[in-house]
């Protein structure tokens, strides 16, 4: 019991929005009816996209498989109901930059019916860890959280690494929702089963269970379920975001700090969010894949406050509308939390798995004032919970002081925004991360792509120098066996003449490769040279 | 796995006229990046607040000295808060005088002079202060040095006589007291009524004489006692002679420990430098008492409480890593007692501010805390 600390840790930093969480924590998780359509996005996690396994047409089950995963990091898309294939098409869906994605357009036939092929498992420990792995990585699940990172990569850690904890983060820091907390208060033997799974999954003994204790109903549900249940404990936290953060969490509640630029499982600890656990035990027990998600409508600009079981596809306009509508100030629609979250340009996009929140939010909530210069005030160094120095980080990327970035460890940002959210100066100093970040990486590419050229016409200069080598040296030969004909058979004008000849011309073509040297460090030219030059030897 | 020939153009077209009603026109949303939601600080506020911390004292020095100390006040901020304006009407941006950060300039500033002061001294900091000071470096948040320090010192350098010329605490009220009209025509014409001189009621610094006396040969005791009648009590409460701001170092702590509350400032600054100052001060008191004063004159006597609270705390021109405030600020608290000490001033605090200012970015740089999950091998 070693890894859990005796007394709660504090990460660096951090910040108190205000919680909003009245809006909803009362609100029982209600069903929506089923919408006119559903549009699926083949790419609703990290990593590669779905690959469409369906055609327009195909009549599905609720259930049925419509993206086969599409790489080792990648998930499952299933159909959220029954019905029939509308269209695959592109459509708009929650991106910073409004992209469209591939999406799989079903008209709902209104019977709900699940495949009735899909069975599930009434004691999971029954089966084999690695069946339960490939069943989890069959049904679509992924993180809930938010990060929507594939489920079943997380319950298989490599071989050579131990894990001693399974934390599950239920601790839902962000300000405003509370589907997490009202999973919990309403399905928390679903939770416990959950986590049991995992538990055997991962062939691990020890389990807790992190809960900000701003939700003290949640955390009595939680407490009565696994009462009699030693190995699996129900950690009270004291309120403070980024909390949820699986970095921060994991200090909090073992001391241990996960390594820059490693996992969780480096420090003995996998992490999943409870709605997960709720996923998978839905896809164990019952046999359902992932196919809708519990979303909390929110906000000071929805008219009736709610939390939904949505279906994966339901467009958020739908939602909206059955929480009745959007009041008139609204100023910013959001996808997540508000800390996080994504904020809309339009409201007809699909929820999808990492959807935990709707948020419209009135002009008085959200921020959006202008930015004034930087007064060095240090309220983002004492807010991150990295330890980082937003104020420098924004400074360079503001300036385009790209190369200085990494070394201000950009990298080991998590986006949280608590250096934002002090920011007397309402510097958006997330947003500057993100554009560093993006030309870094674009950056990187490019450097990729160079060092590649290079490394091609360098290639080619060898080869070419090789080949003028080949050539003089049957040159050598060439005089040495003339030499050797004059001595044997005697002098012949014609040959004489002739020789020279033939080795003039090659050394001009030895020369116009020579040539294109001079233009090697400049790869575009090289590459056209490059081109030009391995016709040469054919001529 | 097959994928799907496209969709006819009838498809698509019939696909996008079933999209009926919007919850909200595209346009109309804001979709700036995260957080949404801000936690409602500004930089008004935080002047504001400062300004705040400085009023009891400020009030207090008004009391001590009489009506031309209220005087040095206004027309140093009004200088101050009129010549911002100007500048950047000049760049054609808008004003920014509502952030409030010229006005405390301004204060801050009146706060370092002889309560005594001509306007025309006023005026020169004022304008020198938000011109040379901050706007020539791109206004604020871009200027090096802290503007009203830059400014004393400026004045300090070019008008010896002016600003080293102490009144004695006559009071706004008391028998001593200038009358209103007085006031204005000391300030204005550097006479007061026909026929008294200046030097009736002048009268030198507790670190002035402290310096002037030692380096005469007597001892602190004998500095201090005797004529000059140095008060433990009196320095506390800030009845004795000096800059506005250096009245009542209880006043200031006060205030201080309000911006703390508020957590405008953090403890790394003003502890560092008090410590920076205080502890050779007891080294040195303890080596020899007769020539070195004890830690407690040097803390109540002087701007050091204000230096480490208001001063050496602006923003702008300090570090913003704590490992970075704690060696500037006590760097600025050991570079003053060094300069009070040793030397050519017998107060050094904004001097060693101003010289620390010019470290910050050096200090920034090199103090960056070791992140989450690295050490510092590896960092």
């Known amino acids: 019991m070693g890894i859990v600390a005796s007394v709660l840790k504090k990460f660096h930093g951090g910040v108190h929005p205000t919680g909003h969480k009245e809006l909803t924590e009362r609100c029982a998780i209600e069903p929506m009816p089923m919408p006119e359509r559903l549009i699926v996005p083949l790419h609703q996690h990290l990593g590669a996209p779905s690959v469409p396994v369906v055609q327009v047409g ?327 919970p990295i330890q980082l120095v937003p104020c420098t ?34 510097i958006p100093l997330v947003h500057y991360f993100r554009y560093g970040k993006l030309t870094l990486q674009a950056k990187d590419r490019e450097d990729k792509k160079k060092a590649l050229t290079k490394q091609r016409s360098q290639a080619r200069e060898e080869r070419l120098a090789r080949e003028k080598e080949e050539k003089e040296r049957k040159k050598e030969e060439m005089k040495a066996k003339m030499a050797a004909k004059k001595s044997d058979v005697g002098s012949s004008s014609e040959v004489k003449t002739g020789s020279p000849t033939v080795s003039k011309k090659v050394t001009a073509k030895g020369g116009t490769a020579t040539d294109s040297k001079g233009g090697g460090d400049d790869p575009p030219v090289d590459h056209a040279k490059t081109a030009k030059g391995t016709s040469l030897p054919e001529e | 796995m097959t994928i799907p020939s496209r969709l006819t153009v009838s498809d698509t077209l019939s696909f996008w006229t079933l999209e009926t009603e919007r919850a909200m026109p595209p346009s109309s949303l804001s979709f700036t990046s995260s957080p949404h939601v801000h936690g409602g600080d500004s930089i008004p506020r935080i002047m504001h607040t400062v300004i705040l911390a400085l009023m009891p004292a400020t009030l207090l020095s008004i009391l001590v000295f009489g009506w031309p100390a209220l005087w040095v006040i206004v027309i140093t901020t009004l200088t101050a808060v009129v010549t911002e304006h100007l500048l950047v009407k000049l760049r054609l941006r808008p004003s920014p005088v509502g952030d409030l950060s010229a006005a405390l300039t301004g204060l801050l500033l009146a706060l370092t002079l002889p309560p005594h002061a001509p306007w025309w001294i006023c005026v020169v900091g004022g304008i020198f202060a938000i011109l040379l000071g901050k706007q020539v470096y791109g206004g604020l948040g871009y200027n090096m040095f802290n503007p009203a320090l830059i400014a004393r010192v400026f004045l300090l350098i070019s008008f010896p006589v002016e600003m080293t010329t102490w009144p004695h605490p006559v009071g706004l009220l008391g028998e001593e007291a200038l009358a209103f009209g007085d006031a204005v025509a000391l300030i204005f014409t550097g006479h007061m009524a026909p026929g008294e001189v200046m030097d009736a009621i002048s009268s030198a610094t507790p670190l002035g004489q402290y310096r002037m006396e030692v380096s005469l040969g007597k001892t602190v005791q004998e500095a201090l006692g005797g004529n000059y009648a140095f008060s433990y009590f009196n320095a506390t409460g800030g009845l004795v002679a000096g800059s506005l701001g250096e009245t009542s170092a209880l006043l200031l702590a006060a205030g201080g420990i309000f911006l703390l509350k508020k957590r405008i400032i953090t403890w790394h600054i003003p502890l560092s430098m008090l410590a920076g100052c205080l502890i050779p001060a007891v080294l040195f008191w303890l080596i020899d008492g007769t020539k070195y004063p004890d830690p407690i004159f040097h803390l109540i006597t002087g701007g050091l409480v204000l230096g480490a609270f208001f001063m050496a705390t602006d923003m702008v021109t300090s570090p913003v890593t704590p490992l970075g405030q704690i060696i500037f600020g006590a760097s600025c608290g050991l570079l003053t007692y060094i300069i009070r000490t040793w030397g050519g001033y017998p107060e050094g605090i904004s001097f060693a501010i101003v010289i620390m200012n010019t470290a910050v970015p050096l200090l920034d740089q090199y103090t960056r805390p070791v992140i989450y999950g690295k050490t510092r091998k590896n960092a």
């Open chain 1, 58 to 384: 195909d009549k599905v089950f609720k259930g049925d498989l419509l993206g086969a995963s599409g790489g080792f990091v990648s998930a499952a898309i299933h159909a959220p109901t029954s019905g029939t294939i509308q269209a695959i098409q592109e459509h708009p869906v929650g991106h910073p930059s409004g992209l469209t994605m591939l999406c799989v357009v079903i008209a709902p036939d209104g019977a709900d019916q699940w495949n009735p092929g899909l069975k599930g498992t009434a004691d999971p420990t029954t089966l084999d860890p690695s069946a339960i792995r490939d069943r989890i990585k069959g049904a679509g699940i992924v993180g809930l959280g938010g990060a929507t990172f594939p489920s079943f990569i997380k319950l298989s850690p490599p071989r050579d690494k131990v894990v001693d904890l399974l934390l599950i983060n239920a601790v839902e820091c962000e300000p405003y929702l509370t589907c997490d907390a009202r999973l919990m208060e309403e399905r928390p033997q679903d939770v416990v089963a959950g986590i049991r799974i995992m538990l055997h999954a991962l062939q691990t003994k020890q389990c807790v269970i992190g809960i900000e204790a701003n939700k003290p109903k949640a955390i009595a549900a939680m407490e009565k379920a696994v009462a009699g249940q030693s190995d699996i404990r129900v950690v009270s936290l004291p309120v403070m975001y980024p909390q949820g953060s699986e970095k921060q969490l994991i200090e909090v509640v073992t001391g241990r700090q996960v390594p820059s630029k490693g996992l969780p499982v480096d420090v003995g600890v996998i992490v999943h969010n409870v709605a997960t656990a709720v996923a998978i035990r839905d896809t164990i027990e019952l046999g359902h894949p992932l196919v809708s998600r519990i979303v909390t409508v929110t906000g000071g600009g929805i008219t009736r406050p709610a939390n939904v079981e949505v279906l994966i596809g339901t467009l958020v306009d739908d939602v909206i509308r059955h929480c009745g509508g959007l009041k008139s100030h609204t100023k910013k629609v959001i996808m997540g939390g508000p800390m996080m979250g994504l904020a809309l340009h339009q409201t007809d996009i699909p929820v999808v798995k990492g959807t935990s929140g709707i948020l419209a939010l009135t002009a008085e909530e959200s921020s959006g004032k202008t930015e004034h210069p930087c007064i060095r005030c240090g309220s983002c160094v004492n807010a991150c």
């Open chain 1, 393 to 426: 980080m924004a400074w360079f990327a503001k300036t385009d002081q790209i190369d200085q970035l990494p070394k201000v460890d950009l990298f080991d940002c998590i986006e949280c925004g608590s250096c934002a959210y002090v920011c007397p100066a309402n």
